[in-house]
């Protein structure tokens, strides 16, 4: 597609105004730069995200701060990981009851799931659970790359989980 000046000035400048610049892709960042996507969910009670490509680092971390995003300040309560439907139920499992070595399950997982990144956000979710055990956040198995993340009390369908 090729753009004219005044095509691509207008572009730009859209891009100017709807746009809002991340301060960082580390999942343990503050979250001040992604609030603005509460705002844009509205009433939504399942999002789904996802990338392009399986694995990149940075991919994954933002990601990772936005499922942390959705579920610290946007009331949801359950991310989807692409995985094996029994590897999923036993990462619920572990990650709700604090129970076993989620490390040694993702040995399990998918070459483009098997990583640290994974790995760090399951633990933040065991970690969030252990704190807040009236808002239990729960992952789950599905079949695609996407993380849907569903809102506490939503009344669209849920992913299938054990909780």
Known sequence: MIFTATERETTLEWIKKTSYPLATVEPAAPLDDLRPLLGMLGQASVVGYGAGTRGAHELFTLQARIARLLVEE???????????????????ECVRTGEGNLRALLEEAEPFAATEEVLGLLEWMRDFNQDHPDQTSTPTSA????????????????????W
Do not use: I, M, Y
């Open 143 to 162: 079949a695609s790359g996407a993380f849907p993340t569903g809102r506490s009390g939503s009344t669209a369908p849920t992913p299938p989980t054990t």
């Open 74 to 92: 946007g009331g949801f309560r359950a991310v989807a990981l692409d995985q094996d439907w029994t590897l999923g139920v036993r990462l619920d």
